[in-house]
T-cell receptor, first 111, second 114 residues
Framework: DTAVSQTPKYLVTQMGNDKSIKCEQN?????MYWYKQDSKKFLKIMFS???????INETVPNRFSPKSPDKAHLNLHINSLELGDSAVYFC??????????FGPGTRLTVT | KQEVTQIPAALSVPEGENLVLNCSFT??????LQWFRQDPGKGLTSLLL?????REQTSGRLNASLDKSSGRSTLYIAASQPGDSATYLC?????????????FGQGTELSVKP
């Protein structure tokens, strides 16, 4: 019954590695998002996709590349990980501008 | 540029008290405002969504109000319980072509003491 799911929940990796985080929603929503929550707990939008089309790219380094294979999935691939990428990454979904539903988050730790 | 501010940053109250959390935003051209709850180490749970045309929304012991012209929203929690302890976040979406981009405040960390 999970509405928005993310895998993995925890990710520990070394600098320079490439990693991916997956997100799936079963709510039938047409819009999906990635948000980053930093060490001070501040949440900020990274990307937004509507019907598999990128509509928001919020000055995120191009080491971050989102991919939406279909409306129910939005994955985040990160190349050449840096210490500053350590954060909690949240996926969310909505129908257009309506209420957003968040996944449980992926805690990324770069050592 | 839209900025969202939440006051206070932290609040500690005894069980049973009614309390108000405040949220202000600088640009009144919002599409809607959403209140969330975040428990430590967990994701965000949506509490209430207020459309820009609405003045308030209620769910159980929670009541959220919106005054778009003054750029303010409040979240009222009645008869607080220890289980209400969490961080409460407000966020707005902007009218226009930026999809449903949520702009968040820093949150209010609430502690309800038994």
């Amino acid at each position: 019954d999970t509405a928005v799911s993310q895998t993995p929940k925890y990710l520990v990796t070394q600098m320079g590695n490439d990693k991916s985080i997956k997100c799936e929603q079963n709510l039938g929503h047409d819009t999906m998002y990635w948000y980053k929550q930093d060490s001070k707990k501040f949440l900020k939008i990274m990307f937004s996709y509507n019907n598999k089309e990128l509509i928001i790219n919020e000055t995120v380094p191009n080491r971050f590349s989102p991919k939406s294979p279909d409306k129910a999935h939005l994955n985040l691939h990160i190349n050449s990980l840096e210490l500053g990428d350590s954060a909690v990454y949240f996926c969310a979904s909505s129908h257009g501008h309506d209420e957003q539903y968040f996944g449980p988050g992926t805690r990324l730790t770069v050592t | 540029k839209q900025e969202v501010t939440q006051i206070p940053a932290a609040l500690s109250v005894p069980e049973g008290e009614n309390l108000v959390l405040n949220c202000s935003f600088t640009d009144s051209a919002i599409y809607n405002l959403q209140w969330f709850r975040q428990d430590p180490g967990k994701g965000l749970t949506s509490l209430l969504l207020i459309q820009s045309s609405q003045r308030e929304q209620t769910s159980g012991r929670l009541n959220a109000s919106l005054d778009k012209s003054s750029g303010r929203s409040t979240l009222y929690i009645a008869a607080s319980q220890p289980g209400d302890s969490a961080t409460y976040l407000c966020a707005v979406t902007r009218r226009g072509n930026q999809g449903g981009k949520l702009i968040f405040g820093q949150g209010t960390e609430l502690s309800v003491k038994p």
